[in-house]
């Protein structure tokens, strides 16, 4: 292997670890996902049970509304909250492993030697190489705790504001679309046969989308999103036909 060649791999390596990081900041898959596909059937479902109660068309557009604010506001402020707890005990988990690491040195430095231990077949000469120089600098060793230990990285932690916000926005995108049809159409039962062809079709898309960070066929993935949402609509649809009809007999 020449010098050339040699300092080509080390850039590509590298290029590769910036860009691996910078897609999983800049994509938020799961948030989206998660916020588009909760914000659709839910919606979906209240607008089928309110549709199989027989509600009138303007009761059934100000349910789905109502639906699409409460959800989404309380999607966002689940998302921050639960973000900023698990940001929170990552904090806390840094601060007790430098305690243990002030008062315990022996006792981490032992924890050291396990986990490389058990990652490899390292000589006892090989592991004290390789212990010495990790418990040299108590930031890396520290570092290596959290990683290694506990499974903690944190930069992979975001904003709580930001994924807050990510839940909110999507959620109420994937609400908004299965009302769109209830404005347009007068019949309540065919805008809901419209607003499923519709909410199935994003969903199909987000799922089609979903497969550029997977190795899953679109088709799969399109159609697993579409069976949620199906029985998202024919459930609550019929707990709507039920109830009305207990009400009135």
Request: charged share 20%; net charge negative; glycine share 8%.
């Amino acid at each position: 292997m020449t010098k050339v060649n040699r300092k080509e791999i080390l850039e590509r390596a590298q290029m590769n670890i910036e860009n691996a990081e910078r897609w999983h900041k800049r994509t938020n898959v799961r948030e989206i996902i998660f916020g588009f596909n909760d914000g659709s059937i839910s919606i979906l479902a209240i607008l089928a049970v309110v549709t199989g109660g027989a509600f009138a068309q303007n009761h059934i557009i100000a349910v789905g509304f109502s639906g699409v604010v409460a959800g989404a506001i309380s999607m966002g402020i689940g998302a921050y909250i639960s973000s900023k707890s698990e940001i929170e005990h990552h904090r806390s988990e840094i601060n007790r492993e430098k305690m243990e690491i002030e008062r315990l040195p022996e006792i981490e430095k032992e924890e050291v030697r396990i986990l490389h231990q058990n990652k490899a077949p390292f000589t006892d000469e090989e592991l004290n190489i390789i212990v010495d120089r990790i418990t040299s600098d108590k930031e890396v060793w520290l570092d290596f705790m959290m990683k290694d230990e506990l499974g903690l990285i944190e930069e992979r932690f975001e904003s709580p504001v930001k994924i807050g916000l990510i839940m909110l926005i999507t959620f109420l995108i994937g609400g908004i679309i299965p009302i769109i049809p209830f404005f347009i159409l007068q019949a309540p039962l065919n805008s809901l046969i419209v607003s499923a062809i519709l909410t199935y079709s994003s969903l199909f898309i987000i799922g089609f989308w979903k497969t550029t960070f997977t190795d899953r066929h679109w088709i799969i993935s399109g159609l697993e999103m579409v069976g949620v949402g199906i029985v998202a609509l024919v459930v609550p649809y019929m707990i709507g036909e039920i109830l009305l009809s207990l009400l009135l007999s």
